[in-house]
């Protein structure tokens, strides 16, 4: 059986086995403002998906990880789909979304149906990375 909701304060361990990049305070806005989610299966937390408000109004999908065990199980696409549809209900009518370019998760984003919308290059030395690529869809 397959469970969607908002990530609680008793997530935390499971979500920084997944999140690594989330400082502590964070963590805790996004159990407050119910801007994450975890998928879990047979009561297992399987993934999660955290977001925020790009420009302050538009819900940018920060972050998408499945267990690596779980995934290629459609984990991910019900997840998206169950934020897509947790955003219109707000009222938000277009998403953004994120990867790098090293990464195969630009193809995931395009099967769900958003489209490349452009992206950016950060080469500032510690900082420096693949380009950043931006994905946006109408909801």
């Known amino acids: 059986m397959t469970e969607i909701r908002y990530v609680k304060k008793e997530d935390e361990p499971f979500w920084y086995r997944l999140d690594k990049h989330l400082p502590k305070a ?7 403002t119910r801007r994450g989610y975890v998928i879990l299966l047979d009561g297992t937390p399987a993934g ?3 977001y925020s408000l790009f420009w302050d109004n538009t819900p940018f999908c920060n972050m998408l990880f499945i267990d690596e065990k779980y995934q290629r199980k459609g984990c991910g696409r019900q997840l998206m789909e169950y934020w897509e549809n947790d955003m219109k209900e707000q009222g938000y009518a277009m998403l953004l979304t994120s990867t790098q370019a090293d990464e195969t998760a630009q ?5 769900q149906g958003y489209k490349d919308c452009g992206g950016f290059i950060i080469d500032i030395p510690g900082f420096a990375q693949p380009m950043e690529l931006f994905f946006i869809k109408e909801i």
């Open 26 to 32: 964070e963590f805790e806005e996004k159990v407050r």
């Open 48 to 50: 999660l998906l955290r």
């Open 107 to 111: 193809h995931f984003y395009r099967k």
